[in-house]
């Protein structure tokens, strides 16, 4: 029988997330541009001596070889590229972060074309770490990512009757994705007023080019009020909840109580 | 597979951490093979430790007395306490010998992709305690690992316990022993340096 020599592969990848594997390895969870979202085996990873260990944390842009497995690929290298270190400094900066690695890993499936994904993710990671406003990141990614991945929420238009809704009379619905008039309510019970101060904002987010867009002042209030709206949007299209957004929430919730700064 | 009482058995070793297909069925035939004194040794001991081992009502270890030995310890310093991620990091702590202080075992850390928050863990305990219970203590060491979720964990808890006027710290960042520089991340060089100490 010919020998067969394994296939390596070398990527960029953004660990989204690691759990142990028996006593000292670990499945990594890692997005990459051309293969998506893969999940990766990294031996040895917990014994101290690892060679490795600090270029697959969770939230580290890292570049590996992988080794072609016959159910998952092996780590043989990696390196990391980014390590985002500002993020580890601020409780909301880590918790956000921590969110949208959940949100990608939430909305993506695996093995499939992620380039644009990735991109979206870096840029925002970057973005984050370069102190843009919290809510201009965060919001910026869900409007991004849900556009590419299917869940692109309507903004401007009523979902039944196709006509431009005015903010201050714009109904809101989860379950269909975006603003309703008053005349469609019939079909949407589930519907609500929304927040036209929210609806703003997400229609100049979603609108807008990100140097326009973060011009935007945003109190720590509505910061609050934007990020309850989206959170629930995210979740119904995740269909389930989604534990980093709450710890997004408690995160302000602490800090705020603390310094009482404002983010945007 | 059947649900006969050896399928049963191998599936329970195979829920146990570590344990593969291969030694739970091992472990499953060794039993058989057995005397019924040893089964029923291994069958007590089970039973024992869920009926006997409870949460240490203040520093939430694992226990057969309530409250457990260190918290009992008049002769440790009861104005620090340890915070610490599993029962098996207090174990770790006590055999470098260099803490003599209380503890605090969160029972795991914020880990939103495993659906751990906050909630999940035992904060809301360790503030009661520090409210109520142990009322001297003025230093919280946050022990967790050196992660995004030991991190997160000990941030968070750094703002939850910043209204107290305690003193928090976590544990210093850098190297391990026997790590080579050549190898080690970013992240982790930098807090070595960022750390150093006078030798
Ligand atoms: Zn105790």
């Not at chain 1, 949208?100 to 644009?116: G, Q």
């Not at chain 1, 934007?226 to 929430?249: G, I, N, Y």
Request: proline share 4%; net charge negative.
């Amino acid at each position: 029988m010919p020998s067969r020599i394994p296939r390596v592969t070398k990527t960029v990848a953004i660990v989204l997330k690691s759990r142990r594997l028996g006593d000292a390895d670990r499945i990594i969870t890692l997005l990459t541009p051309f293969r998506g979202k893969i999940d990766v085996i990294a031996k040895g990873l917990l014994r101290p001596r690892s060679k490795m260990a600090g270029h697959l944390e969770p939230l580290t842009m890292t570049e590996v070889l992988l080794a072609h497995g016959r159910t998952m690929d092996l780590v043989t290298q990696a390196q990391s590229v980014e390590t985002f270190a500002v993020l580890h400094n601020d409780l909301q900066h880590l918790s956000t972060a921590m969110y949208l690695l959940e949100l990608t890993d939430r909305l993506t499936v695996e093995h499939a074309d992620a380039t644009e994904i990735y991109e979206i993710l870096e840029r925002s990671l970057r973005a984050l770490a370069r102190e843009d406003g919290i809510q201009l990141v965060t919001r910026r990614f869900e409007l991004d990512l849900l556009t590419v991945t299917g869940f692109r929420p309507e903004l401007d238009r009523c979902l039944e009757t196709g006509e431009p809704v005015a903010a201050d009379e714009a109904f809101w619905t989860h379950r269909g994705g975006g603003v309703i008039s008053s005349d469609a309510l019939a079909n949407y019970p589930e519907a609500r007023k929304i927040d036209s101060h929210v609806l703003r904002v997400l229609r100049a987010y979603q609108s807008l080019s990100y140097e326009e867009a973060s011009r935007i002042r945003i109190d720590p209030d509505l910061a609050g009020r934007l990020e309850q709206v989206m959170h629930e949007f995210v979740r119904t299209q995740a269909e389930r909840d989604l534990k980093s957004a709450e710890f997004v929430e408690e995160s302000r919730r602490v800090s705020l109580g603390v310094d009482a700064e404002s983010d945007a | 597979m059947a649900n006969t009482p050896i399928n049963r058995l191998i599936e329970a070793f195979h829920r146990l951490p570590g344990i593969g297909p291969k030694s739970a069925q091992r472990f499953a035939y060794y039993v058989l093979r057995a005397p019924e004194e040893e089964a029923r040794d291994l069958a007590d001991a089970l039973i024992e430790v869920k009926r006997s081992v409870v949460l240490c009502q203040r520093c939430q270890n694992l226990t057969d007395k309530n409250p457990c030995w260190i918290c009992l310890d008049e002769s440790r310093n009861r104005t620090i306490i340890c915070v610490v991620e599993e029962p098996l990091d207090v174990q770790a702590i006590e055999r470098s010998g260099g803490f003599n202080g209380l503890y605090h075992v969160l029972h795991g850390v914020i880990s939103p992709s495993d659906g751990v928050g906050p909630e999940e863990l035992k904060i809301s305990e360790l503030l009661i305690r520090i409210r109520d219970i142990d009322k001297e203590i003025i230093e919280i060491i946050v022990a967790t690992n050196p992660n995004l979720e030991g991190e997160a964990t000990s941030m968070y808890l750094a703002k939850l316990l910043q209204p107290l006027d305690l003193s928090v710290t976590r544990l210093a960042r850098g190297l391990p022993a026997g790590a080579d520089l050549e190898y080690a991340d970013d992240v982790t060089l930098g807090r070595a340096l960022e750390y150093r100490q006078k030798v």
